[in-house]
């Protein structure tokens, strides 16, 4: 079993940033990636960031330059750094957590860009 507990969400105007960050409460090297998804009203769930459990990252055409997604192994945390954020960034923002099989979610936290 994995909780993943997302924070950092928030208002803010286009052109600004924000870090998000999920609190996972099983050690890195069980989990074999997590990944950001987010979510805008009327529009399916989408990925937007992964980080494997080697490193190596992946990103959503839409974000590619302006997000960052890290960990902190020590501290069991997954990061998503956004920068230059638009108003098409607005959207409930999922943490992800694949475990084998088995794929855990965070409760989300919003993000509002506002123009």
């Known amino acids: 079993q994995v909780q993943l507990v997302e924070s950092g969400g928030g208002l803010v105007q286009a052109g600004g940033s924000l870090r998000l960050s999920c609190a996972a409460s099983r050690r890195f090297v069980s989990i074999n990636s997590m990944a950001w998804y987010r979510q805008a009203p009327g529009k399916q769930r989408e990925l937007v960031a992964d980080?494997?459990?080697?490193?190596?990252?992946n990103y959503v055409d839409s974000v590619k330059g302006r997000f960052a997604i890290s960990r902190d192994q020590a501290k069991n945390t997954v990061y998503l750094q956004m920068y230059s954020l638009k108003p098409e960034d607005t959207a409930v923002y999922y943490c992800?957590?694949?475990?084998?099989?088995?794929?855990?979610w965070g409760q989300g936290t919003q993000v509002t860009v506002s123009s």
């Open positions: 980080i494997t459990w080697s490193g190596s990252r």
């Open positions: 992800n957590a694949r475990v084998g099989t088995i794929t855990y």
